[in-house]
T-cell receptor, first 111, second 114 residues
Framework: DAKTTQPNSMESNEEEPVHLPCNHSTISGTDYIHWYRQLPSQGPEYVIHGLTSNVNNRMASLAIAEDRKSSTLILHRATLRDAAVYYCILRRRGGGNKLTFGTGTQLKVEL | DVKVTQSSRYLVKRTGEKVFLECVQDMDHENMFWYRQDPGLGLRLIYFSYDVKMKEKGDIPEGYSVSREKKERFSLILESASTNQTSMYLC?????????????FGQGTRLTVV
């Protein structure tokens, strides 16, 4: 799977929107962009995924750049419960079953 | 709800012991994974299995082996535990080969080797 690059950490205030960036400059046309997050003392959980179009679900929105070399996970109103490590990973169509994570972005949310 | 259950939340073992970490999933998923997580290194894939008795090495398989005799159970084995295997171990499962399916994780086992 192609490599992704994320900032090590970000900070936000509660009730404000958060934009978590991910660069994937070597992405191929068949790579899906997935986001997971890991709350303290828990295993990671799925957040959202997309291919080309922006995606929304109850947890977050995913904005994908037109050239697909970057994407942004948007939390519309951060809460203290959103403090977690956020992982951006790529999954290639027909790319096998391997699932590889990086180091992610540690999001801190303050009152 | 999909459930991935790891047999122990905390485990303390002695150097040289053979250690078994067990993981069970209840959703008939084909794929199962073992990761370890260390500060500053993120999640690193140790082994994964895409079917019963089938396994593939991940990025850091040295010092580990796995067993998948039944579809719902995936075991991670430390043949001779060493202190550098002290870590958080996470198991995950995912259905099918599709690139769109989400993975489900267990709560993790914090292993300390003394």
């Amino acid at each position: 799977d192609a490599k992704t690059t994320q900032p090590n950490s970000m900070e936000s205030n509660e009730e404000e929107p958060v934009h978590l960036p991910c660069n994937h400059s070597t992405i191929s046309g068949t790579d899906y962009i997935h986001w997971y997050r890991q709350l303290p003392s828990q295993g990671p959980e799925y957040v959202i995924h997309g291919l080309t179009s922006n995606v929304n679900n109850r947890m977050a929105s995913l904005a994908i750049a037109e050239d697909r070399k970057s994407s942004t996970l948007i939390l519309h109103r951060a809460t203290l419960r959103d403090a977690a490590v956020y992982y951006c990973i790529l999954r290639r169509r027909g790319g096998g079953n391997k699932l590889t994570f990086g180091t992610g972005t540690q999001l801190k949310v303050e009152l | 709800d999909v459930k991935v259950t790891q047999s122990s939340r905390y485990l303390v073992k002695r150097t040289g012991e053979k250690v078994f970490l067990e993981c069970v999933q209840d959703m008939d998923h084909e794929n199962m994974f073992w990761y370890r997580q260390d500060p500053g290194l993120g999640l690193r894939l140790i082994y994964f299995s895409y079917d019963v008795k089938m396994k593939e090495k991940g990025d850091i398989p040295e010092g580990y082996s796995v067993s998948r005799e039944k579809k719902e159970r995936f075991s991670l084995i430390l043949e001779s535990a060493s202190t550098n295997q002290t870590s958080m171990y996470l198991c995950a499962s995912r259905p099918g080969p599709t690139e769109q399916s989400e993975a489900f994780f267990g709560q993790g086992t914090r292993l300390t080797v003394v």
